[in-house]
């Protein structure tokens, strides 16, 4: 099946072969787009108003789903999700809904096991998968369980003795922080928590002003659990190389939601997920080390698949040389459905195209980062109206939101799917002649002041950057921190109650909301977030 009969006919027809001779997954596996102009698109008009008192009272703004039509037909692809109806998923970064194609990988694998007494076989053909598409070598990568399994093999694996410097964040997730603060418990080594910034500047500039002569470890998130911000990782690890400072990054987030080169990152080690953003099977993850610290790094624990050879009938015992490869550190029987399903998964991954897929999961966070600023902005308590030290005149445009395209277009260029066409920004009466015109061209430099200016009000803060490169399909945001007990706990307490499904991170006194979309959501669950998110705002009288 050739890649655009499948956008035209849908999984469906694609998943009802057997598991291995599936041809939609042996096809093209590039990031470009080879559909057909035959390709029909639903654009339809949708809005943000619910039924509570703020959307009575207040005009949200309206807007066009706005979609590259040479990106897969995404309605259709949702028809391949299980995930119940009643349910509002919007926790991808918890881990994925599986797609029909890799249950039936999973399941055919199990069968196949259990029928014909199969015992699984490592061939490589997972981790040259991984490989292809990080742009690692496959002998630079070994199959995980998990990100902290990962990040465990990375922290034991350095020569450090006490008063070595860790830089770490207060953003970790469990996994990415306990084997650090256990190794610094056992061996005396400093964990040094640094600030991220609000953009990708301050964040570099705040690691650099940290390190000290004793700075031997750089153990950061590519992306954090905690806000979805996406960090410099490329130019941080440039500068650790430099300064001869090792690099580990926790990296569970970006596969399947980014794209990314891990050599051009640079990073020594690097510890992947699968069942995140990926939407492989749960248990499934990956490990990067570079050939270069390969060589220099400790393993403890070994097995089959570790070693080439052993003997126990020598005198002494003997054994070989360690695998010259990553792979050492993946030993022991494992699930082979679960590493088929994982398979299944990148493949599925690669036929979307991973720049459609970071184009549609960029553009959903921008709808929801988009209509935060726009409740900040017509907040009666915001702060950026109440800080003012001069009120409009008829000479001064108020602060008014831009339209959607125009928010659209300044993040993602002047696309061909984006209208040529700007409307009256929100708020701007048409008989202010004046005004309307110069509305109709609303510029970069006034999006990005009024983004700054609503980001934060005593209602609503948006922890996640603004700018566009420290972004991905994440955000973050803290409801009036002041109230205990937290209302940002309490409004995803609320919100699942209604059957949405959202992320507290209480974790480090970070104290916010995690909202993370992917690919197969859809907007009117945006528009529900949003809904639920007003309904709550009257509960507790905000705003």
Sequence with gaps: MKRKDFFKKGLGAAVA??????????????????????????????????????????????????????????NRVRSEFSINPKITFLNNGTMGITPAPVLKSLNDAFQHAASEAAYPHADGSLEKLIAEI???????????????????????????????EILIT???????????????????????VVELGSDATSTYANFVAAATTKTKVLAIPHIPCTIGQILPIKELCAWAKSRGIVSAIDGAHPLGMVQFNIKELGCDYYSGCLHKWVLGPLGTGWFYASEEIL????????????????????????????????????????????YAGAKTALKFYQHLGPKSVETRVKYLSAVVYYHLLWLNQNSKKSLADSNSKTKSTSKKLPAIAPSLEDWLRYHFGNQPWIPSH????????????KAAALATSVSNQTIQQWALKHQKSSVLEILTPFESQSRGAQ????????KKPSLSQKFCDYARSKGMILRYVGENNIDCVRVSTHYYNQ?????????????????????
């Design 17 to 74: 072969t057997t598991f291995l001779p599936n041809p939609w997954l042996m096809g093209n596996t590039d990031n470009t787009s080879h559909l057909s102009d035959d390709i029909s698109l639903d654009n339809h008009s949708d809005n943000f108003l619910g039924n509570s008192e703020i959307s009575k009272n207040t005009e949200f703004p309206t807007y066009t789903e706005l979609e590259n039509p040479l990106s897969p037909d995404w």
């Design 134 to 164: 990080t742009g690692a070598k496959d002998t630079e990568i070994a199959i995980t369980k998990n990100v902290s399994e990962g990040v465990n093999l990375a922290c034991w694996a350095m020569d450090l003795k006490a008063g070595d």
């Design 170 to 192: 207060k953003h970790e997730h469990v996994g990415g922080c306990a084997p650090w603060l256990h190794r610094a418990q056992l061996d005396g080594v400093k964990l040094v």
């Design 295 to 338: 060589a220099k790094s400790a393993i403890k624990h070994v097995a089959a698949y570790s070693v080439d050879k052993f003997d126990m009938s020598t005198t002494p015992p003997s054994m070989g040389e360690l695998v010259n490869k990553t792979g050492r550190y993946s030993f022991g029987t494992f699930s082979g459905p679960l």
């Design 422 to 433: 700007i409307g009256l920004a929100n708020g701007i009466s048409t008989g202010n002649t």
């Design 475 to 482: 955000i973050g945001f803290r409801i009036a921190s002041d």
């Design 523 to 543: 907007l009117d669950e945006i528009n529900l977030f949003i809904s639920h998110l007003k309904d709550f705002f009257n509960q507790e009288q905000l705003g």
